[in-house]
Nanobody, 125 residues
Framework: QVQLVESGVLLVQAGGSLRLSCSAS????????MGWFRQAPGKEREFVAA????????YYADSVKGRFTISRDNPKNTVYLQVNSLKPEDTAVYYC??????????????????WGQGTQVTVSS
């Protein structure tokens, strides 16, 4: 099994920046691609960004392009999500996820095998 644990700043003002981290442990060699999702109150979980095993491919939701950057440090088994120019609508629980195989349809939660517990990010106006 693989365990994913997110960490990062919980409260930030609009216009500010934060970096979320997701550390993997266990059978980390079982992970191919990683992704970030978020879920706001009363809304469905939505895709944010994904990154391939070597980090040479990334994919972003249109709503976050230009503000969010996903990266990974494989020796540390860690994936990051850098978020700039935060907006109140970015308030959500952010989840990292890992998938064992493939890269296609990276925006679909069903493609991921492992999930973190989520971390709450609140952006104040």
């Amino acid at each position: 099994q693989v365990q994913l644990v997110e960490s990062g700043v919980l409260l930030v003002q609009a216009g500010g920046s934060l970096r979320l981290s997701c550390s993997a442990s266990g059978r980390t060699f079982d992970i191919f691609a990683m992704g970030w999702f978020r879920q706001a109150p009363g809304k469905e979980r939505e895709f944010v960004a994904a990154i391939s095993l070597r980090g040479d491919n990334t994919y972003y939701a249109d709503s976050v392009k230009g503000r969010f950057t996903i990266s990974r440090d494989n020796p540390k088994n860690t994936v990051y999500l850098q978020v700039n120019s935060l907006k109140p609508e970015d308030t959500a629980v952010y989840y990292c996820a890992g998938r064992r195989v493939g890269w296609g349809n990276s925006a679909s939660p069903s493609q991921y095998n492992y999930w973190g517990q989520g971390t709450q990010v609140t952006v104040s106006s």
